[in-house]
């Protein structure tokens, strides 16, 4: 059975608690282990009193299907798709926005294409659908719903050899492998046609190109030739990471991860996996803004106003000033909530400046100057989590964590599908393991099976099958759960 301390029992939950304390101070989820001796996946722990209320949303990487549970692990609600997926949110009108895979596969990408963003309702039928996946375009990973309805999306940029020379390219940098071909990003913003319920390039109302915003020191015949490092508004196009956790084909140059809006600021925050940095940018009035480098609210068109993690990628620092290490999931903390304007994220950690890999959650404040503006490269860190032994928490990809209205913080380490929910003082009050692996829910007490499909991983170690790319959770007063019935049907894993 799971670990539950209910409110009232007072003295069993206080002496738990101090056991509890006193073993993460040697090591962590062992004991959850030891207290839940066959209890494998599903419901781990659930420590009542202190975990904030509400219901997890999360699917696993290779399976159609998304699910919606209650604190105690109890499906109330599920989705079955068209494919695989990468993050899903549960919209204010009840509908579910999925990042999906397409069954005929990718025309081109990386780890992380997608291809489709479907909108279904609460029955799971299809309101509304974009694709995009052409021999230029390819959706992958993360696509938000916006205040005015639309959707936000990014979507590799393919470009041939003789164009990425064309920009400024060092050729020596680029893979025969992959045809010395760049992905670079771009951004789109689609507006959601209900009626014909479909949407496509047509739609776009709104777009961004990373190769608009890019500097090169390499060749000076080029009008983007300049010094890097006084230039910190523009992304490196020279830029390779090297070492333990790169991408090893290289044509997949930034490889954006997520990305979040402000709707107060009108601004756009991504990851950028392969640059080990997360970067602001502003939602501008028009694509022609977004083309260029000045005009806007900021002054700045499509640059970048901000940047933080890996200040080598610009020329501003050496490896072991690195902060990030092919993080996930940026985002600002919402009003209502503690912290709220700050930026959290996942950093993966993987291969860190001592050569250690862990991972950990950081509570970011961008630094400002007295004008306002941010600072390149700065910033405070308001809050961390990292495992008393930081070895027991390591998800090299994936995963994400989010603020939760109590003040805890829900953590989606991905790779294993654990999702856990811990204090502001760090302790861990709840857990969850995802107990479907490639799209099949697993008998309790089963051991996960380990992810042995290597190809297009480039040896990432710690996978298992029910990796889970995102976990949210909502509060029982949220808009999209408003006249929706959530009884508990029962735990997805199979007794």
């Keep these: 059975m799971p670990v539950t301390v209910k409110p009232a029992a007072k003295s069993r939950a206080a002496r738990q608690s101090r056991a509890i304390r006193r073993h993460e101070l040697t090591g962590g989820e062992a004991l959850e282990s030891r ?3 066959t209890q494998t996946v599903g419901l781990i722990r659930n420590e009542t009193a202190s975990v904030s209320p509400g219901y997890t949303l999360f699917g696993n990487s290779m399976s159609p299907q998304t699910y919606l549970i209650d604190t105690n692990g109890q ?27 397409k069954p005929q596969g990718r025309v081109y990408g990386s780890n992380g294409s997608t291809g489709l963003i479907q ?8 309101a509304w659908r974009f694709e995009l996946q052409t021999a230029t375009y390819q959706l992958h990973h993360d696509a938000i719903k916006l205040p005015n309805g639309n959707v936000l999306a990014i979507a590799w940029e393919r470009f041939q050899k003789n164009d990425a020379i064309s920009m400024g390219r060092n050729p020596q940098l680029l893979n025969p492998a992959t045809n010395n071909e760049i992905w670079a990003e771009a951004i789109f913003e689609i507006r959601v046609d209900y009626t014909d319920g479909v949407s496509d390039m047509t739609d776009v109302v709104w777009e961004w190109h990373l190769t608009d915003h890019i500097v090169q020191n390499f060749d000076r015949t080029k009008a983007n030739y300049a010094a890097v490092r006084a230039n910190p508004q523009l992304v490196n196009f020279n830029y390779v990471p090297r070492g333990i956790g790169a991408d090893t084909h290289i044509a997949d140059w930034a490889h954006f991860n997520s990305i979040a809006y402000n ?6 925050i991504v990851s950028s996996r392969e640059f080990s940095e997360i970067w602001i940018i502003e939602h501008s009035a028009s694509s022609a803004i977004a083309a260029g480098h000045t005009g806007g609210r900021y002054g700045r068109g499509g640059d970048l106003l901000w ?36 930026i959290m994220v996942f950093n993966n950690g993987w291969n860190r400046p001592s050569g250690a890999s862990f991972s950990s959650v950081l509570e970011l404040v961008p630094s400002k100057t007295a004008a306002g503006a941010y600072r390149y490269g700065q910033a405070t860190i308001a809050w961390s989590y990292a495992a008393p032994n930081p070895a027991n928490f390591f998800a090299p990809i994936i995963s994400g964590a989010h603020r939760l209205p ?11 599908g654990r999702i856990f929910e811990v204090t502001p ?9 995802n107990p479907v692996a490639m799209g099949v829910p697993l008998r309790q007490g089963t051991a996960l099976p380990k992810l042995t499909i290597s190809t297009g991983l480039n040896g990432t170690p710690r996978l298992f099958q029910n990796l889970t790319f995102r976990a949210v959770r909502y509060a029982p007063t949220y808009a999209g759960l408003a006249g929706k ?8 894993e199979r007794p």
């Design 307 to 342: 940047r933080y993690g890996n200040p080598a990628s610009w020329n501003a620092g050496l490896r072991s000033n690195q902060v990030l290490q092919f993080q996930h999931n940026a985002h600002w903390i919402p009003a209502d909530h503690p912290g709220a304007g700050n």
């Design 485 to 492: 019935t959530l009884t508990p049907t029962g735990p997805i």
């Design 119 to 126: 909108e279904l309702r609460w029955d799971g039928t299809e």
């Design 406 to 416: 109590n003040g805890n913080t829900l953590i989606d380490e991905g790779t294993r």
């Design 35 to 37: 207290l839940a001796l």
């Design 425 to 433: 003082a760090k302790r861990i009050v709840w857990t969850y393991v």
């Design 263 to 268: 709707d107060e600021l009108d601004q756009i």
């Design 75 to 101: 499906i109330v609600n599920s989705w079955t798709g068209a494919g695989g997926q990468t993050s899903s949110y549960l919209l204010p009108n009840g509908n579910l926005l999925r990042n999906t895979t």
